[in-house]
């Protein structure tokens, strides 16, 4: 059932909304668990549509395994997502800076507190993000270390190649998953894919952990996805490798390989001079987890991202 | 005066991007004055190149204290300045949102981290800065309150206000509240304009900086000794939305003493032209934000007033 969530007027023509899927139970069941399924926080991250679809398309397929209450939804920042905009074309801001809001504050705040009002009373919230244009990302769950306890349990369900606990910034504090995780509502941030791109294979992943979750939840009756544990890190057991040079990045490995240390990643080239600039070369063995798509580079820019030593 | 460089971003195909310094007197760093970070605060731009070409005339006067070393940074963002962009790089990253910076992390981290590094070493850090709001407001220096701040040192600008913030998180990775956390004064200036040039509003800002450098000792300069600043804080301010979208005409501009009930703008239908909302002061005060382009959202704040002050 296509349910507004809010909406409020803009000044020709036009009002801001975001809707959200309900989508019951045809069973009359007592206290219902609740699942929340949220996409589009950064407009330029679109993996989740597809996790969205799929997820709506499964329980369509099947309505009767259904024994809990799905919420999707799939476009948070609707005007973000028109523009394949990260930021808010409106506020010019991060939405996920915003949070938990404010219901009598200015819109930015009423935006960001009508949402996170929306979803309390979940039993579990996946935040889907996908990676920014500029890198590509295996699906993972990122924890903060804060509520890893309570969340470690949820994320090992979710079929995510890997679990990365890291520290929380301070400004992460203003993130929908730390306003929710503090207000109780156990929400995870799953990450995956590139930006402006959706990725069939990772959605499927995703969707099969997330009908995972369904059945440990008694949310789902139908058969139980064949799911995998995910690596489990902490932000010791990443190399990150940028470049220290301006130019073009050239890869010489594949996304989601194994490689050695002393390899040769990729390379750095100038396109003026034919020059080779800088060699790439991974200082430890691991899982090339995260590998820069976007071939322009500047001093500093992210190459790739190893996981390290949890295997 | 001397010029340093304080910074190259080195980009493949644009011209390199360095960060000057203009410094005055020779010694103890004492007090450094930071340009806009975003690229649409030109009013932000033109008081630095007038605070430059000020304190050049009055360097050779002689006016400096001995032993006592200022630095103006007039900008450091270019590359939004000449893209008319208001943020950093293909990201679209907000630079005052990436202090206190990381030498071996991203592209603006490093530019930040190493701004910071410099800019840390002097006692007095002044930035002019703006409302992220498409809004003017009345001048007034701002401080972050941290439990180190010092209101009083504020009041020595002899701008009309001071206003001190609670911060949020997002403020944390601010170069105010990062400098202050390291000890230093922190200050920032909003001037009335941003987007438009204002000689008058450009005068206020550099007297007032002229006369804070003199109060505590870093220069000899007869100015008029400006206001006894009222000091407030922000959560005081009584916020005035709009309730309806459409076509703002203001009626009191910022300054402005307003009664109780007055009629503070209109907004009205953009396609009919009938008045949807009158907006109407919720209290007597000062107008010290207002909305200042012609289009306004629902629940944008339209105004901002010091409850119950008076001209």
Known sequence: MKETVFEYELPVGESYKVYRNRIMPEAEINSPGRISIVSGIHGDELEGQYICYEVARRIKEHPEYLMGIVDIYPAVNPFAITMASKTNPLFKNDMNRSFPGNSEGNLIERVANNLVESILGSDLCLDIHASDIFVREIPQVRLSEDFAESLLPFAKLTNADMIWMNATATVHESTLAHSLNALGIPTLVIEMGQGHQIYRPYGDQIVDGIFNIMCELGMWTGPRPRTQLPAISSDGSVEFIRTEVAGIFMPLTEHNHFVKAGETIGEILDPFSGEKLEEIVAEQSGLLFTQRIFPIVHAGDLLARILTGAF | ?311
Do not use: W
Request: hydrophobic fraction near 35%.
């Open chain 2, 1 to 311: 005066m001397q010029s340093v460089d304080l910074y190259t971003y080195k980009s493949i195909y644009r011209t390199e991007l360095t960060v000057k310094g203009y410094v005055f007197g020779t010694g103890q760093k004492t007090a450094c004055i930071v340009g806009p970070t975003r690229g649409n605060e030109y009013q932000q731009l033109y008081i630095c190149s007038q605070l430059v070409k000020k304190l050049q005339e009055l360097e050779k006067l002689g006016v400096i204290a001995n032993d006592k070393q200022i630095m103006v940074i007039p900008c450091i963002n270019h590359y939004a300045f000449n893209l008319t962009k208001d943020f950093f790089g293909v990201k679209d990253q907000d630079l005052n949102f990436y202090f206190p910076g990381n030498d071996s992390g991203e592209p603006i981290s490093r530019m930040t981290g190493e701004l910071f590094n410099q800019i840390k070493e002097y006692s007095y850090m002044i930035q002019f800065s703006s409302f992220y709001e498409r809004a003017e407001c009345v001048p007034h220096v701002r401080m972050i309150e941290n439990g180190s701040e010092n209101v009083s040192l504020a009041n020595l600008f002899g701008l009309p206000y001071v206003v001190v913030r609670k911060p949020v998180p997002t403020d944390t990775a601010t170069l105010n509240y990062n400098l202050q956390t390291e000890e230093n004064s922190a200050f920032t200036i909003y001037t009335k304009a941003r987007e438009k040039l204002d000689d008058k509003c450009m005068k206020n800002a550099i007297s007032g900086v002229l006369r804070f450098l003199t109060r505590m000792g870093v220069m000899k300069y007869e100015c008029h000794a400006g206001y006894i600043s009222h000091v407030l804080h922000e959560e005081d301010l009584a916020d005035v939305f709009a309730q309806r979208a459409g076509i703002f005409k203001p009626i009191v501009e910022v300054g402005e003493d307003v009664k109780y009930g007055a009629k503070m703008a209109e907004i009205l239908d953009p396609f009919d032209g009938t008045v949807r909302e009158e907006i109407v002061a919720s209290t007597d005060g000062i107008v010290f934000f207002a909305h200042n382009t012609p289009l306004i959202d629902q629940y944008e704040t339209a105004f901002r007033m010091i409850h119950r002050l008076h001209e």
